[in-house]
């Protein structure tokens, strides 16, 4: 779960417990707390929150000081980073020179364990005939640390559209448990390693296409440092088919 605000409206006066255990969250054990009182009540929770874990189950319990109708709404709130690369608009506006694709970033605490980038890689085109012309790539995604021991976990998705989505947060994101591609699983590679380089090849078919990325610190525990920072870039090159995917004979 990323950043996330609960809230509770209604009528009546109503208590709000978010705790671990469901079997004890109430009243007396509980991790967070909120009070509507026949309006608006909200718990707004950032990943930076020390009570705040990844992964992890969250109960509600609700308790009526007096009759009430109540609703609970949940919003999560992704802060994603626009990447770009040189085969997006931005590069041949801004950039132009591949070393000022480097970005900068900082984990502000140990507790905010991933980053969420996206960029985009080249998209399909719609032949005169309206056969698609499909679009065969390969990225380069690069990684240097700015501060001692820190240790990439990149996991990547594809998500391909017809349209440009309202926002990139709304777009789907991998996890440890649903990706395309996963790097830095191995802490003999990288450990006193500074510098990480990761490839891939894909296809795609329509004329947006998405890479969504989650960077997960970590350090093997190798130092105690609280505020990891690293430097990105992305690199897209075009291909040809027997390249991106599998051709037979080749």
């Keep these: 779960m990323d950043n996330f605000i609960l809230d509770v409206s209604g009528t009546g006066a109503v208590e709000v417990y978010v705790g ?10 509980y991790t967070w707390k909120a009070v509507s ?5 909200q718990l707004a929770i950032a990943t930076t929150d020390r009570n705040f874990h990844m992964g992890t189950w969250y109960y509600i319990y609700l308790r009526a000081i007096e009759e009430a109708l109540v609703t609970l709404e949940l919003k999560q709130q992704r802060s994603v980073e626009f990447i770009p690369n040189n085969h997006d608009f931005t590069y041949q506006l801004t950039y132009r ?17 991933a980053k969420f980038h996206a960029f985009t890689v080249p998209g399909a085109t719609k032949r005169r005939d309206g056969t698609i012309n499909y679009a065969y790539y390969r990225v380069k995604i690069t990684i240097d640390a700015l501060t001692p021991h820190f240790y990439p976990r990149v996991y990547i998705k594809k998500q391909e559209r017809y349209n440009a989505p309202a926002s990139l947060a709304e777009m789907e994101f991998p996890s440890v448990n649903d990706y395309l591609h996963f ?8 450990i006193h390693s500074t510098h990480f380089e990761y490839e891939f090849t894909n296809i795609s078919s329509a004329p947006w296409v998405f890479i969504t990325m989650a960077v997960y610190q970590h350090n093997w525990g190798l130092t105690d440092q609280r505020k990891s920072e690293y430097q ?12 991106a995917v599998y051709c037979e004979g080749s």
Excluded: H, W
């Design 20 to 29: 671990l255990d469901p079997d004890t969250v109430g009243p007396g054990s």
């Design 37 to 41: 009182r026949g309006g608006l009540a």
């Design 97 to 113: 020179n591949a070393n000022l694709l480097y970005q900068k970033f900082q984990f502000q605490s140990v507790k905010e364990q």
């Design 183 to 190: 790097f830095g699983d191995d802490p003999y590679s990288q």
């Design 232 to 243: 990105i870039r992305v690199f897209t090159d075009m291909v040809d088919q027997c390249e």
